[in-house]
């Protein structure tokens, strides 16, 4: 092995199993290398009886082949919830080894996902890792269908002993020729992968992996996008820089869409403004402000879904900040701050509900679509406690802004494979909320 895939870290995520097998050590005795060339001879291939690693008739077993589809399938739900994985192209009959970029822990998700279950994909992984007890065996095979590959001498010999097989009973073997997790482009490509398909007459399928170092950047978070999987014509006899420039092709070729809205609003999500915009929008919501911050949420949340959560739980504590001093601004006082859309059969439904109830009168507020505001005057109004009705705003209003900012999250997850008609869900979602208000207001006139 050589000094830059020798040099690789040990611990790994589970992403990441599949390991880059290149040739032996420099130092590998000639005796090995010998012995290599020995079993090539004795390897089957169409060249010579039509039934070896080259034959297009030949497919994994059924076993093999709905195990594979039970693994895509996971992925691709797994995937989904983060953005999703659209695929172009696709594999050859027959084995083949599948060689990629490879810049995130997310890469084999992205394969195993996105390659069919006839190929019954199988991948190689670092047996001094992967392979060290049971528990870490179960789930490398289980989830990425690896076999064990030495990392420090042999690795070239275990992965002809482990591949050959396989290639021959028609499996598609992943490969990442870098070694490594790079910057997003392909790095250097190691020969291993390339000389392994030649000795047994397989093509090789490059592989172009789009997203996945965004999706799931190296040392970063997970920042839910989708990713494409360009699979590339299948090269016969092709060298290591070869096959690295079909794939560094396969990446320049896509052209990722977008709207430059969502781009803007969600380098705001992101940042501090974004939280001061919901916090502002929640507090001011609880006094006088009509919009509900539920609306500020869903336009951040699905242009940014990595920033959901922190907006939310912004949004919810300011939300029930901004009730409390409410409360304490219109309690003993004459005060009364402009609330637009809001109507006097909402104020006399409130207030007989606190006469009733008292604080826990606002747990009728999510589900009665009278606004927080008017709750809030109200209370104050009435002489609720500051720290009850804080209480119960938390329960109740809190509760729901969570819920809901939660929900928005995972679809911003979801749709952001059509992020580019995000102006168009922004019209979508005014309607919607237009509709909605008018028919609370007509409800409450």
């Given at each position: 092995m050589n000094k830059d895939t020798a040099a690789r870290p040990s611990a790994e995520n589970a992403w990441d199993a599949p390991l880059d097998v290149t040739e032996d050590r420099v130092g590998q005795k000639t005796s090995d290398i010998r012995s290599c060339d020995d079993r090539r001879t004795r390897l089957p291939t169409s060249r010579t009886d039509g039934q070896g690693a080259g034959d297009t008739r030949i497919r994994p077993g059924l076993p093999s082949i709905l195990r594979a589809g039970l693994r895509r399938w996971f992925w691709r739900?797994?995937?989904?919830?983060?953005?999703?994985?659209?695929v172009e192209g696709k594999l050859p009959k027959g084995g083949c080894v599948v060689v990629a970029n490879h810049s995130s822990h997310a890469d084999t998700a992205a394969l195993l996902s996105a390659l069919d279950a006839r190929h019954a994909p199988r991948v190689a992984a670092a047996s001094d890792y992967w392979f060290k007890n049971w528990p870490r065996r179960v789930?490398?095979?289980?989830?990425?269908?690896?076999?064990?590959?030495?990392?420090?001498?042999?690795?070239?010999?275990?992965?002809?002993?482990?591949?050959?097989p396989m290639l021959r009973a028609g499996h598609a073997v992943v490969l990442f020729p870098?070694?490594?997790?790079?910057?997003?482009?392909?790095?250097?490509?190691?020969?291993?992968?390339?000389?392994?398909?030649d000795s047994l007459d397989v093509p090789v399928v490059p592989v172009a992996l789009c997203g996945a170092s965004e999706l799931l950047p190296k040392g970063g978070k997970l920042n839910p996008r989708p990713i494409r999987v360009r699979i590339g014509a299948p090269m016969r006899g092709a060298s290591a820089d070869q096959a690295r420039a079909e794939v560094l092709a396969l990446i320049d070729a896509y052209q990722e869409r977008d709207s430059r809205l969502r781009r803007r609003i969600a380098r705001i999500a992101v940042g501090r403004w974004g939280l001061a915009l919901a916090a502002a929008w929640s507090f001011?919501?609880?006094l006088s402000w009509p919009l509900l911050p539920e609306l500020a949420l869903a336009v951040l949340c699905?242009?940014?879904p990595r920033a959901g959560l922190r907006l939310t739980v912004s949004a919810a504590l300011a939300s029930v900040?901004?009730?409390?001093?409410?409360?304490?601004?219109?309690?003993?006082?004459?005060?009364?701050?402009?609330?637009?859309?809001?109507?006097?059969?909402m104020h006399t439904a409130v207030q007989h509900e606190l006469r009733a109830e008292g604080a826990r009168a606002v747990r009728h507020q999510p589900a009665s679509g009278i606004p927080y505001k008017v709750y809030t005057s109200e209370a104050g109004h009435a002489g609720i406690p500051v720290g009850d009705w804080a209480l119960q705003s938390a329960v109740a209003r809190g509760q729901r802004i969570v819920m809901l900012g939660l929900v928005l999250t995972l679809i911003g997850s979801v749709v952001q494979r059509w992020r580019r008609f995000y102006p168009h869900c922004l019209v979508l979602l005014a309607v919607a909320?237009?509709?909605?208000?008018?028919?609370?207001?007509?409800?409450w006139s």
């Open positions: 739900i797994f995937l989904f919830f983060t953005g999703g994985v659209t789930l490398c095979s289980v989830l990425t269908a690896a076999f064990p590959v030495r990392r420090h001498g042999g690795g070239y010999t275990d992965l002809r002993t482990g591949a050959g870098e070694g490594t997790r790079g910057g997003g482009r392909a790095g250097v490509f190691h020969r291993g992968p390339f000389k392994l398909a001011a919501e609880a699905v242009a940014a900040v901004g009730g409390a001093v409410g409360l304490a601004l219109y309690a003993g006082t004459s005060v009364q701050l402009p609330q637009p859309l809001t109507t006097d059969r909320f237009t509709a909605l208000f008018a028919w609370v207001i007509s409800m």
